[in-house]
């Protein structure tokens, strides 16, 4: 006689099988509906401008495939019961200019991204209000001490610039930062508490630790690259305090470059990394930055620039062409095949006496990136196409989506930009899940 008992035990594995296939395979799944959790489409399609079906990655070698190959196993790792010591953690490391560093536009993107594959953390900060600058709203770096700076876009810097754009000093003996995370909209589950810091710092920079808040003196400085110390955390926080002293072991070079704040769970890191007036060539040319940039280990990095470059009146488009040509190689060589993405700007603004004028540079920024795609091996999502193509600024103007400057934009501005790569990046990724399922 058979056992009733294994009756109902078999019973119970073949359903939970079962639906662990189901779940499994759901990546393959081409319902449009899937990945557009927190998007609100409503808000894209008021803009009658935007031109919302052709919203594509532009990819002509395929190379965005391995980033979503990486997506879709991220999505059999969260639907799946079983459970690791390792979470399976997807980065992205996007790179611009003012646009970025604003922190709107990232936002956007990461908490999109975060909504329908998980929240591994805020990913990358850097020290921008104590290197005397704007910063992002989502975070909050304070020391007691002074700071003297250096950027990737002054002409000569007195320090080396690291994975943030910039670099900060101190003259002091001892070193305090207290890192915040500020979660100001909760409506959508996302925060950023986090119990992992990885800090980016100068080789010879003092070891930073964190003690008082919860009685442990912990780091762990890494022997292999002397440039970043992980300190793990005995529990979630918001906010912790870490320390060091000057000249202890013979590191006496107090200059520090950013943190990385994660969570220990499945998902999305989405690190931002951007500086005021950056162009291509101020990234390419700080070694240390484009080396620091394989220690976040991305799965995709995302180039937004132009917009500096197409604000003069003699733009060069062979010139334009190289430098981006100098960071993509840079980032090659650390990053090997790890697909980029170039993203055109949205069409601006040029002031011309005591005028405003449409900046036809954009769209020479706009066909030069795609040439530089279709020759280097490289995709890009064209926000100028997307964002109405030529003469769309004035409806931008018109819809109250431009700053005062013409140049940068309203929060909603950078929102709906956020909003519309998101889109592109999920439009093209279930066009490879289709065609995947259907081979």
């Given at each position: ?42 808000r ?118 690291g ?29 950023y ?28 400085p ?5 440039y ?82 197409a ?25 090997p ?8 700007p ?6 011309v ?15 030069t ?71």
């Open positions: 006689m058979i056992n009733k008992d294994w009756v109902k035990i078999a019973a119970v594995f073949c359903f939970l099988f079962f639906c662990h296939a189901a779940i499994s395979c759901s990546p393959k799944n081409s319902d449009t509906t899937l990945f557009i959790s927190g998007l609100d489409t409503s894209l399609q008021k803009y009658a401008f935007f031109q919302l079906d052709s919203n594509r990655i532009v990819d002509p070698d395929s190379i965005m495939t391995v980033f979503y190959d990486k997506l879709t196993e991220l999505q059999k790792r969260n639907a799946s019961v079983s459970d690791t010591l390792l979470p399976d953690v997807v980065s992205v490391l996007h790179i611009g200019d003012s646009h970025i560093q604003a922190g709107v536009f990232p936002a956007t993107v990461r908490r999109l991204f975060q909504l329908n594959f998980g929240n591994a953390g805020r990913g990358f900060i850097a020290p921008l209000k104590l290197a005397k600058t704007n910063e992002p709203n989502d975070y909050k770096i304070t020391s007691p001490q002074e700071w003297n700076n250096s950027k990737c876009v002054q002409r000569t810097v007195e320090y080396p610039v994975l943030g754009g910039i670099a900060i000093a101190t003259d002091s003996k001892e070193v305090v930062f207290t890192i915040q995370t500020l979660q100001k909209d909760t409506t959508d589950s996302i925060e508490s986090f119990n992992s810091v990885t800090a980016f710092h100068h080789d010879k920079a003092p070891w930073l630790r964190e003690g008082e808040e919860f009685g442990i003196d912990s780091y762990c890494d022997t292999a690259r002397a970043l110390t992980r300190i793990p955390l005995m529990q979630h926080t918001d906010s912790v305090s870490l320390y060091a002293a000057v000249g202890e072991d013979g590191y006496d070079v107090p200059v520090f470059y950013g943190f990385s704040l994660e969570n220990g769970k499945n998902g999305i890191l989405y690190h931002s990394v951007g500086v005021n007036s950056a162009c291509y060539t101020h990234y390419a040319g700080q070694p240390e930055m484009i080396r620091e940039t394989a220690d976040l280990e991305p799965a995709l990095i995302i180039l937004s620039m132009g917009t500096n470059e604000s003069t009146s003699r733009f060069n488009g062979e010139m334009f062409y190289n430098e981006m040509k100098m960071l993509v190689d840079g980032l090659r060589r650390v990053n095949g790890v697909p980029l993405l170039l993203t055109v949205a069409e601006n603004y040029r002031r006496s005591r005028s405003y004028v449409q900046n036809g540079n954009i769209g020479k920024v706009r066909n990136i795609a040439r530089f795609a279709a020759e280097n091996g490289v995709a890009y999502w064209d926000l100028f196409q997307v964002g109405g193509g030529k003469g769309a600024a004035g409806k931008w103007y018109a819809n109250r989506l431009f700053s005062r400057d013409r140049i940068h934009f309203t929060a909603e501005g950078y929102e709906l930009q956020g909003m519309l790569l998101y889109d592109a990046l999920m439009n093209s990724y279930r066009d490879y899940l289709r065609g995947d399922a259907e081979h």
